[in-house]
Protein backbone atom coordinates (compact mmCIF):
# COMPACT_ATOMS: atom_id res chain seq x y z
CA UNK A 1 0.00 0.00 0.00
CA UNK A 2 2.58 2.20 0.60
CA UNK A 3 4.18 2.29 -2.83
CA UNK A 4 0.47 2.58 -4.33
CA UNK A 5 0.51 5.89 -1.99
CA UNK A 6 4.11 6.92 -2.95
CA UNK A 7 3.73 10.81 -2.06
CA UNK A 8 0.17 11.49 -2.10
CA UNK A 9 -1.63 11.76 0.73
CA UNK A 10 -2.82 9.01 2.05
CA UNK A 11 -5.96 10.44 3.83
CA UNK A 12 -7.43 10.05 -0.24
CA UNK A 13 -7.23 6.59 0.23
CA UNK A 14 -9.70 5.99 2.68
CA UNK A 15 -13.13 5.09 2.46
CA UNK A 16 -14.88 7.89 4.60
CA UNK A 17 -18.55 5.63 4.42
CA UNK A 18 -16.76 3.11 6.15
CA UNK A 19 -18.05 1.98 9.74
CA UNK A 20 -14.25 1.84 11.17
CA UNK A 21 -13.94 5.41 9.37
CA UNK A 22 -16.79 7.04 11.54
CA UNK A 23 -16.67 4.90 14.70
CA UNK A 24 -12.92 5.76 15.33
CA UNK A 25 -13.94 9.67 13.92
CA UNK A 26 -11.55 9.38 11.32
CA UNK A 27 -12.73 13.16 9.95
CA UNK A 28 -11.80 15.01 13.05
CA UNK A 29 -8.80 12.72 14.15
CA UNK A 30 -7.01 11.56 10.85
CA UNK A 31 -4.48 8.64 11.44
CA UNK A 32 -0.94 9.47 10.57
CA UNK A 33 0.60 7.51 7.47
CA UNK A 34 1.91 4.71 9.21
CA UNK A 35 -1.70 4.62 11.04
CA UNK A 36 -3.54 4.41 7.93
CA UNK A 37 -1.18 1.88 6.23
CA UNK A 38 -1.88 -0.46 8.83
CA UNK A 39 -5.58 0.08 9.59
CA UNK A 40 -6.00 -0.49 5.56
CA UNK A 41 -3.66 -4.05 5.79
CA UNK A 42 -5.94 -5.04 8.54
CA UNK A 43 -9.42 -3.63 7.21
CA UNK A 44 -9.20 -3.42 3.16
CA UNK A 45 -13.06 -2.57 3.03
CA UNK A 46 -11.42 0.87 4.41
CA UNK A 47 -9.72 1.32 1.14
CA UNK A 48 -12.04 3.77 -1.07
CA UNK A 49 -12.81 1.63 -4.35
CA UNK A 50 -13.39 1.15 -6.64
CA UNK A 51 -9.49 2.17 -7.52
CA UNK A 52 -7.96 2.38 -10.48
CA UNK A 53 -4.59 3.15 -11.54
CA UNK A 54 -3.40 3.98 -14.89
CA UNK A 55 0.44 4.60 -15.34
CA UNK A 56 0.77 7.39 -12.84
CA UNK A 57 -2.69 8.42 -12.35
CA UNK A 58 -5.10 7.29 -9.82
CA UNK A 59 -8.94 7.42 -9.45
CA UNK A 60 -10.68 6.88 -6.59
CA UNK A 61 -14.23 6.02 -6.17
CA UNK A 62 -16.89 6.00 -9.16
CA UNK A 63 -17.45 10.06 -10.75
CA UNK A 64 -18.24 9.01 -14.41
CA UNK A 65 -17.03 12.07 -15.57
CA UNK A 66 -13.58 11.39 -14.64
CA UNK A 67 -13.73 7.56 -15.19
CA UNK A 68 -14.57 8.65 -19.27
CA UNK A 69 -11.44 10.64 -19.70
CA UNK A 70 -9.63 6.92 -19.11
Known sequence: MDNLIGKRDHLLFLNTRNEIYRERKMKDNPPSREQAIQLM??????IKRPLLVQGGRILFGFTA???SQT
Request: hydrophobic share 45%.
Open 41 to 46: AEFPNL
Open 65 to 67: REW
